[in-house]
């Protein structure tokens, strides 16, 4: 059963019942208490809600203590409908919508609801977003019936749009349940590294320190005062001392010999924690003892996530401290291991790159097409990461395995990478040929589609003008303005078969990801107590209970086997989740 939802003014609204092909099995009834009504509908019937967007509907439920099942988000759907018409970027909101099923001009989407305060009441006039019209029940009503038509004549969509409207209800519930953060603990960590608290907008007392001797250290050379939060004049000190850089990039001045790099490198790592989770990020995103981002489903066009401000889904190692359990409750830290080439080999159905992935570390399973083991060498083991920077050739058998498989996936090929792209040609060759598709689609100028059907953005009219100049132009364009013209064309074909190579893999991990998540959320309603916290990519953080830890760990695997099942049915790919209970995140890992 589904019922539409339209929401009015004053904590009212509209709502009907509609059977799953959205055509309506009964008349619509007004609601004066829209909270109250969908609250009881949602014991009664547990029916899938239909409305418009669950970010604008679904928080205003949770601070009342509502929270439901399922539902169909509209306003997620419809991007992903256009998406895999090729229509990538036009207007989603329902009025668009209605306005394109009836041949009318599409009105452009309205802004974004201002952010709610803390005590915001529920759909009241002076509400954020009370100045929009109020939703339009034979809108909503047809525009889901549209989507329902269009999702089912599409292989697979049925679950991509589920799950995704399952996520806008896993990210409204985790903005408002909030990850559990000790504020005196990011404080302890921040006068630990920084010295104590400035005013004033001086610089923390460890900054100083830093700026001091970086100017030290060119003064010695001559150099008058260089301010180290300007790239500009760091650019403009080296070059007087006869040590030109291009950038201030990290990488760029590791290769510098002066006695300012490694203070710079320091000041800069410490200046970004500062300012990006120093106290001023504490004061405006942690209150009540919980960090509360805002997520943004679907935010990045591969499906992933995103988030209005905060940095959730890049929290520093460092400040994984600052995040702890409740008294009598745990962390359940999961992550999938080697997610995406994980995917690679259930999307690509090549057998031995399947039988590889069976094991509990895909790299190491694969390591025996790319030579013997090889022992320990001066300077650092075999494989290790810090030697394969220093020498391709202490790479061992498992880091070529996986310099092989991230070169394929995102468009590598350079130095050693060549060697091993070869060998994975040759042992895995429809592994290989399943990205080399994809990234020959992509320089044509074709769309791409994840397991489910999330679809690339087409190429911009930019692109298309250019490579289809440069094309035009043929051999005769080799110097000169027309053989730039070539040269950038190739960039721009090169860079689009980069995209759409890693888009069909990243993607379909999205896709994984949002039905791990959906399943997860389905399995801890059941559990009662434990609260999904956390999402990042692959990896998600659960608050629960310490007497329930084992469970929740338990149905963390189940729904990691179901979110394989549902996307790929019968393949020996395994997707095993790193799961640790513990009372910090630091702890996890």
Not at 71 to 77: G, T
Not at 162 to 170: F, K, P, Y
Not at 244 to 268: F, G, I, Q
Not at 511 to 521: E, H, M, V, Y
Request: aromatic residues 6%; charged residues 25%; glycine residues 10%.
């Amino acid at each position: 059963m589904r019922i539409a939802v339209a929401a009015g003014g004053g904590g009212g609204g509209v709502l009907r019942p509609l059977a799953e092909d959205g055509t309506p099995t009964g008349p619509a009834w007004q609601a004066a208490d829209l909270v109250a009504e969908i609250a009881a509908r949602e014991r009664s019937d547990a029916p899938r809600w239909v409305w418009p967007a669950t970010a604008r509907l679904y928080p205003a439920l949770l601070r009342a203590g509502v929270r439901v099942a399922r539902c169909h988000d509209l306003e997620l759907v419809e991007p992903l409908l256009l998406g895999h018409a090729g229509r990538y970027g036009e207007p989603r909101a329902v009025r668009a919508a209605w306005a394109r099923l009836r041949g009318e001009p599409v009105p452009a989407d309205p802004p974004p609801p201002r952010a709610e305060p803390a005590q915001a009441s529920l759909f009241d006039d002076d509400a954020p977003g009370a100045d929009a019209p109020a939703d339009d029940i034979e809108q909503v009503v047809a525009v889901h019936a549209a989507q329902q038509r269009a999702i089912a004549a599409l292989e697979g969509f049925a679950l991509l749009a589920a799950a995704e409207s399952a996520g806008s209800l896993v990210a409204a519930e985790l903005g408002h349940d909030g990850l559990p953060w000790s504020a005196a603990e990011h404080d302890a960590l921040l006068t630990g590294l920084l010295g104590p608290r400035p005013s004033g907008g001086l610089r923390p007392r460890r900054l100083q320190v830093l700026a001091d001797r970086i100017n030290a250290a060119f003064a010695a050379d001559g150099r008058g005062h260089v301010n180290p939060d300007s790239p500009a004049q760091i650019v403009k000190a080296f070059a007087a001392v006869g040590r030109p850089v291009a950038s201030t990039r990290a990488h760029v001045l590791k290769r510098v010999d002066h006695p300012a790099v490694p203070l710079l490198l320091e000041y800069k790592e410490l200046a970004r924690l500062h300012t990006a989770y120093g106290w001023g990020w504490l004061d405006t995103w942690v209150r009540g003892g919980r960090f509360r981002p805002e997520y943004v489903v679907g935010g990045v066009v591969s499906g992933r996530w995103a988030t209005n401000g905060g940095g959730a889904l890049q929290i520093p190692r460092v400040l994984r401290r600052a995040v702890v359990a409740d008294p009598g409750w745990r962390l359940v830290v999961a992550d999938a291991a080697q997610l995406e080439p994980r995917v690679l080999a259930a999307l690509a159905g090549d057998r031995a790159f399947a039988a590889a992935a069976a094991h509990g570390d895909l790299y190491a399973a694969l390591s025996p097409a790319f030579g013997p083991e090889r022992p320990e060498r001066p300077g650092g083991a075999a494989g290790s990461p810090q030697g394969s920077r220093r020498d391709p050739e202490t790479l061992g058998p498992r880091e070529k395995a996986k310099l092989a498989l991230l070169s394929a996936m995102y468009g590598g090929g350079t130095g050693e990478g060549v060697h091993l792209l070869g060998v994975l040609k040759s042992r895995f060759p429809d592994a290989f040929e399943y990205v080399e598709a994809a990234a020959r689609a992509g320089e044509n100028g074709h769309l791409v589609r994840s397991r489910l059907g999330r679809t690339c953005p087409p190429p911009s009219a930019g692109w298309r003008e250019l490579t289809a100049a440069a094309d035009d132009e043929g051999d005769g364009a080799e110097d000169g303005a027309g053989g730039r013209r070539q040269a950038n064309a190739a960039q721009a074909l090169r860079g689009r078969g980069r995209f759409t190579r890693n888009f069909v893999v990243q993607a379909t991990a999205a896709d994984w990801a949002l039905a791990l998540l959906g399943s997860l959320r389905r399995r801890l309603t059941a559990l009662g107590p434990p609260r999904l916290v956390f999402f990042q990519h692959d990896e998600v953080i659960v608050h629960t209970p310490a007497e329930l830890a084992e469970e929740v760990t338990a149905a963390v695997h189940a729904a990691a086997e179901e979110a394989r099942r549902l996307l790929f049915g019968d393949t020996s790919v395994v997707f095993p989740m790193e799961v640790a209970a513990v009372d910090r995140y630091s702890d996890a890992k």
